[in-house]
């Protein structure tokens, strides 16, 4: 099993910046792609970022892509997302998630999930 525990949401300005980071625990010997999916309410769960193994494979949702920045450290078993340049747009629930599959665009590739963290964007 393995376990991913998200932080670091809250809420942020239009223009501002937020830095979400994933803990991750359990069989952290696996070699796992990371990923970054949003929800906002009504929606469906949406692809964001994902990164694999080494952190040099990375793949961004066109709409985040300048603003927003995947990393890994392996040693700390933490992912990190940087998020810039904050629209309302951004408003969503934010899951890591870990996979050992190659689709990295689709949730249900997907093996293990955080339980969310809430960002919210205001005007």
């Known amino acids: 099993q393995v376990q991913l525990v998200e932080s670091g949401g809250g809420l942020v300005q239009a223009g501002g910046a937020l830095r979400l980071s994933c803990a991750v625990s359990g069989r952290t010997r696996i070699n796992y792609a990371m990923g970054w999916f949003r929800q906002a309410p009504g929606k469906e769960r949406e692809f964001v970022t994902a990164i694999g193994l080494s952190g040099r494979s990375t793949y961004y949702l066109d709409s985040v892509k300048g603003r927003f920045t995947i990393s890994r450290d392996n040693a700390k078993n933490t992912v990190y997302l940087q998020m810039n340049s904050l629209k309302p747009g951004d408003t969503a629930v934010y899951y890591c998630?870990?996979?050992?599959?190659?689709?990295?665009?689709?949730?249900?590739?997907?093996?293990?999930w955080g339980q969310g963290t809430q960002v919210t964007v205001s005007s």
């Open positions: 998630a870990a996979t050992m599959g190659t689709s990295w665009w689709s949730p249900g590739e997907y093996h293990y």
